[in-house]
């Protein structure tokens, strides 16, 4: 197998390690270090974590990644120290008194080291604490200064660094990645003008229309307070009880039971701004704007059944993907798509667009993409980037700015403020992964940690000891400016009435699913209210969702054992708009390009395994850049019946059926034989069935799921179209176009 080892695609793309060579990825970019009012600065200061980015970078630099290079600590051929940078000459033994006699007190070496160990850990993030991110750039298509001047829209084919964190919201730092959750999607762009954070979700709409209700909601969702429990799930009495009594949730409750709350990756799922925010142009003006992340490998998704067991396969399912996706090279792409409207034409939508729990349906205002977003290289350092990474909703940078979604208003305030305990005070914008690729410059002072060193006497404006340094720029200057929107209103503590519609949205997000998305809905509910103990919860949910479809509600009531209740009252006697089926809120509409990069395919063999067809069907998969792997009973080589040894990679036990996407069992009577005898195999083949995954047979290995009473014909006579049996070089052709597409779902009605 050495010609299938040497051609795997692990740790090949990643530049090397140490040296420059790591410092210089492949994709260049476009921004200049200094621009903008302080571009003729004489003061040369080199400052890390204010990132002074000193002259020009050097050309095919990231800028992000350059700065982050100065405080990178490589410790190759280095030898110990302590933290005063003391050479340590023992590292075993603390300071005794004797062999055998107590440790003295002055031993500094040890005290700096357990004192430091104890304090390593910080506060995780209230909610979105469990998370994995990545670095790579946004890439502008067109300029866009007609709608907005923010930087990263400039010009054709601009770069702009970013880094992003993908993360579940009501799980612990350490809780596993494919439980039922919403996940975040936060991007923060480092733009010549500031840093810019879109701090999104893979759902288009949220549960709640007012930031007054956040922590309510949190802490219904998360464990409940006096058995801890459950962790990193919505399935039990306190989400359920605070949902039944919040009709506006109802919209969210779909998504939040639909195939988007159990993605497959981050890779394969799309990202949302959630909120309508502004477009601000050079001239002043405004638009309306939303904000969509579309995967350029298409949206896949788990099923419960399988997300379930990955929880217990491989808990960092999620964040191993996306880590091995980039260091085999195979970088994770998004295209970013601009929903733009203007106020007026958003008063004929027949819905509020500050209200979160809606959304503006793409058939109402085209998607248009305006640039790609490229992952390409994993952090050196999980703490440092990303969880020291802060993301605030105030980060904006001149040409967006914020609408008056009250949702959206609190955010404003709760992340900037969430940083200053999560990470210890004010000047967390200095740590090197959250500080601005351009300068700093204000006369904000001191504070613990504080990293940079101001020069000068002067740290107040207006002065004059200063020079009058820094100095406000102005609008002209490239100063951030709000739209001036005219407001005369009384102060109230209230909602338009447009919010009180709780369910025309619900019912157009039900009617736009196809008919598996359907009934993995249903299922959902079930699974979550049967977890609930509480029967008055139950028949709460049940009847808001009388209000959405009164088939969905009658599946569900019947489901949990009881009459279908009446509707929940409606809270307003407005009329709602009857919104038709909107084709692109079903997962189906984001084929993405259909390759099979990155699926991973086991290749199950045994002893008399044809090798090589094995060997050239694992070549194959790789050459269409999948992973695939030989997976056998346990490790070491197997016999074959062609060609030499095969060497298993992975063992059926340490690596089951729901860890891959597909799987081929080769031809060779022997080897069938005793995959056949393996109720393992069973199991293995079983779930990749019922998963609804693509399955190759080469020759007689149809034979092992002929025994499985497994058959190209499913239970209304139709054919199975991910099952290939035979092995004919078309039905290899068909299976890897297979591995791209979605999956074969008519197999769950069976
Ligand atoms: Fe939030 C984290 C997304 C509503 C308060 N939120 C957080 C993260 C994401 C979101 C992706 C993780 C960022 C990271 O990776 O570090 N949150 C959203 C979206 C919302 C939303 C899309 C609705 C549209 N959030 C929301 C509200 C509030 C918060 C209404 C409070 C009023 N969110 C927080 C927070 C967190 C956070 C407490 C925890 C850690 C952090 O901010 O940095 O401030």
Redesign the pocket.
Known sequence: TNEVASAMPFNQGKPSEYGDAARMPAQGQTVAASSGAFAGSTVSESNASEKTGEGQPDPGNNHTVGSLDRVRVDSTGQALSTNQGVKIADNQNSLKIGLRGPTALEDFILREKITHFDHERIPE?????R?S?AHGYFENYKPLGKLSKAAPFAEAGKRTPVFV???T?AGERGSADTVRD?????VKFYTDEGNWDL???NIPV?F?QD?M???DL?HAVKPEPNNGMPQAASAHDTFWDFASLTPEITHMLLWHTSDRAIPRSYRTMQG????TFRLINDAGESVFCKFHWTPKAGTHSLLWDEAVKIAGADADFHRRDLWEAIEGGNYPEWELGLQVFSEEEAEGFGIDVLD?TKLVPEEMVPVRAVGRMVLDRNPDNFFAETEQ?????AHIVPGIDFSNDP??Q??I???L???IS?LGGANFHELPINAPVNQVHNNQRDGMHRQAIHRGRAAYEPNSLGGGCPFQTGVAGGGFTSFPEPIAADKVRGKPELFADHYSQARMFWISQSPPEQQHIIKAFLFELTRVQTPAIRKRVVSLLVNVDQELADAVADGLGFATPDAAPLVSTLSTPDFDPSPSLSLTAYPGDGSAKGRKVAIVVADGTDGEAARDIYMQLLAEGAVPRFVGDKLGSVGSSSGSDLEVEITISAAPAVLFDAMVLPDGEPAIASLMANPLVHAFVRDQYFHCKPILCLGAAEDLLAQLGISQTLEDGSVDEALFLGGTAGDIEAFKTALGAPRQFDREAA
Do not use: E
Not at 182 to 186: E, P, T
Not at 272 to 275: R, T, Y
Not at 389 to 393: D, G, I, L
């Open positions: 993030r209230v909610v979105h604490a998370g991110a964190r993908f993360s919201v919403v996940r975040g999607f936060a701090v999104g979700n949220f709640i930031a209700k956040f922590p949190i949302f701004g959630v909120h979160p990474v802060a993301f605030c909703t949702l959206l609190g955010r305030h709760s992340y403020d969430t940083q999560r």
